[in-house]
């Protein structure tokens, strides 16, 4: 073989290795599979936290009508933020061990910060707790829509939570029992996507 064809074919082929490395690398920024076990328990931590807390103040109040102080809101999500801090920052490492991992992670502290800002905004205005909450889920559907989490469904578990704030506005009598309903289903949605993605990534199936 000539001597330029040779070395044409060798140039040729470390190309071809440097692509395959670079394709490699990009795959596992967008593996959600790592660090799933981290966000699992954080996740959890929420839907536990979000439960017992709900449970309690139901328990106090079992109006179906969103009507609690808004200082009573403003402790809730504290509490939940402070929960949710303690598992982000015992898996930090995992939970940021790839691009898709610090989306996620973007997702929730987006999430949280907004309701700590909404709920702070509510008490300084003395503000109803049905326009308080109502916004919460406005909020946090919309952070779901902006900050894409590439899991399957997201976009349309935001319209969901969006839509589920402005049923509250619509069906004020029942409004704090949709907000207790869309707390403690969201969290399980999350965790039912997450497991979506490994069944259609196991079966090799492109992600919508």
């Not at 692509?19 to 790592?34: F, G, T, W």
């Not at 996740?43 to 009507?67: C, E, M």
Request: charged letters at 20%.
């Amino acid at each position: 073989m000539p001597a330029e064809l040779r070395a044409r074919l060798d140039e040729l082929i470390e190309e071809r290795k440097a692509r395959r490395a670079r394709l490699s690398s990009l795959e596992e920024e967008v593996d959600m599979q790592r660090g799933r076990g981290a966000r699992t328990s954080v996740i959890g931590g929420i839907l536990v936290a979000v439960a017992l807390i709900n449970l309690a103040f139901f328990l106090a109040d079992p109006s179906p009508a969103a009507n609690a102080p808004p200082r009573r809101l403003l402790v809730l999500v504290v509490v939940v933020a402070s929960v949710t801090s303690m598992f982000i920052v015992g898996g930090w490492r995992r939970l940021t061990a790839n691009l898709a991992g610090r989306q996620y992670i973007r997702f929730v502290i987006a999430g949280l910060a907004f309701l700590l800002v909404n709920r702070v905004r509510g008490y300084i205005l003395d503000d109803s707790a049905l326009s308080i909450m109502s916004s919460d889920l406005l909020g946090l559907g919309a952070c779901i829509c902006i900050v894409r989490v590439p899991l399957p469904g997201m976009m349309a578990l935001g319209l969901a939570v969006a839509g589920a704030g402005l049923s509250m506005v619509l069906l004020p009598g029942y409004s704090r029992l949709i907000f207790l309903v869309v707390t403690a289903v969201f969290p399980l949605l999350m965790l039912g996507l997450d497991r979506l993605y490994r069944r259609v990534r196991d079966h090799g199936e492109p992600l919508p």
